[in-house]
């Protein structure tokens, strides 16, 4: 047998995309147009990386891969560039409003600093990221398009005869079919334990009830102060954030720092860095993600410093515990690290009740475990 060279295998690659690609039907809808954009490995530089890899529908659309980071980061296209966020899930991301400063706080936007409005904008920064898919620009974008006959025919369709004559037109109209099918039940069904037991269709256990008394409760716990959106607990599509900004006290990821090569010195301002903000009381700031799907899309916070949910919890129980085994992080054994931004932490939210007992604790997992979408509920066995 004969050792195939890389330039064969790169041919034999194309022509089998082609050849798949030509026998494609177009894509009827903006929906379906989106759903096959989403999943398409042949946007990124090397045809090895979609929306779907980083956003991965099996794994409540966040990254499960390793990355060489403990899944604190994704790995780029090129197999050699790791980020420095964690992916957050893209599960129910068409709730967050746009970006806007309402009643003097920062809330809404897509990314975990809210520097773009919609789902569409999101969807315009993956492909031409270095450290993502990797492509060179948008021309290089509509080549690929251009490649698929079915998407020649679902752009003309869906879009008008002339969009993929131009570059930054068919790069708006890729955006926006993504978007649209971000937009539909898929990504978003409201079928978890908790929905279930809202319509009567399930009984939360003992541990699991305790747990949604303390999340809700404004004397134990008050996590739905940052974590509920509707006016009050129990409403339908509950998203379990506020879309507010806060920092937390997050400690710099410096594993990860080890592997992407950035200075454990830097810090990650979050909401500073977002072009529209230009305040320094807003540095270390971050968006409160959903809680929806949260225990089965670790590792946690904005660089994926934590690895388990318990953790999380113990993490906000150290600023109301004055025990000193509270102090300390049970995934290092050591005690937390300083916040890597230490200014303007929101310590009037965060000291807000009396420390919790492992029973409370467990029980506040217990509760978030059942946010889970159905179709993940099998996954929490696995945790």
Not at 21 to 49: H, I, M, Y
Not at 230 to 241: N, V
Request: aromatic share 10%; hydrophobic share 35%.
């Amino acid at each position: 047998m004969t050792r195939s060279t890389p330039l064969l295998c790169a041919v034999t690659l194309m022509i089998a995309t082609t050849q798949t690609q030509a026998t494609e039907p177009a894509q009827a809808t903006k929906t379906e147009l989106g759903r096959a954009l989403f999943f398409d490995v042949n946007l990124s530089a090397n045809r090895n990386q979609s929306c779907a890899t980083c956003h991965d529908p099996g794994n409540g659309f966040a990254d499960p891969r390793d990355n060489g980071v403990a899944g604190a980061a994704s790995l780029g296209s090129d197999n050699s560039s790791v980020g420095d966020r964690n992916a957050p899930t893209a599960s129910y991301a068409a709730f967050s409003p746009a970006f806007e400063l309402k009643n003097g706080k920062y809330q809404g936007g897509q990314f975990h600093d809210g520097r773009v409005n919609t789902l569409a904008e999101q969807a315009m920064g993956p492909p031409t990221n270095p450290v993502e898919m990797a492509m060179a620009d948008k021309p290089a974008i509509l080549q690929r398009l251009l490649e698929n006959t079915a998407y020649r025919s679902s752009f003309a369709a869906l879009y008008g005869p002339k969009v993929l004559n131009d570059a930054e037109q068919a790069y708006l109209a890729m955006a926006d079919s993504i978007e649209t099918f971000e937009k539909t039940e898929f990504f978003s069904p409201f079928d978890s334990r908790y929905d279930r037991y809202l319509k009567g269709e399930y009984e939360l256990s003992a541990q699991e009830e305790l747990g949604r008394t303390l999340f809700f409760s404004q004397q134990f716990t008050n996590c739905n102060q940052c974590h509920q959106l509707q006016s009050r607990p129990g409403a339908d599509q509950e998203t379990f954030t506020n879309y507010q900004y806060f920092n937390i006290g997050t400690p710099t990821n410096t594993e990860l720092r080890k592997v992407n090569g950035v200075s454990p010195a830097h810090q990650d301002l979050g909401l500073l860095d977002n072009p529209a903000v230009t305040d320094p009381a807003q540095a270390g700031k971050f968006k409160v993600p959903t809680l929806r799907n949260v225990a089965v899309t670790g590792p946690y916070m904005h660089n994926g410093v934590f690895q388990d949910l318990r953790t999380v919890v113990l993490f906000y129980n150290k600023y109301n515990s004055r025990s000193a085994k509270r102090q300390i992080n049970p995934e290092t054994t050591a005690q937390w690290q300083v916040p890597e931004v230490p200014e303007n932490i929101a310590l009037k939210e965060l000291e807000s009740g009396p420390a919790l007992d492992n029973k409370r604790i467990d029980a506040l997992v217990a509760f978030m475990k059942t946010l889970t979408d159905q179709r993940y509920e099998y996954l929490l066995e696995k945790k």
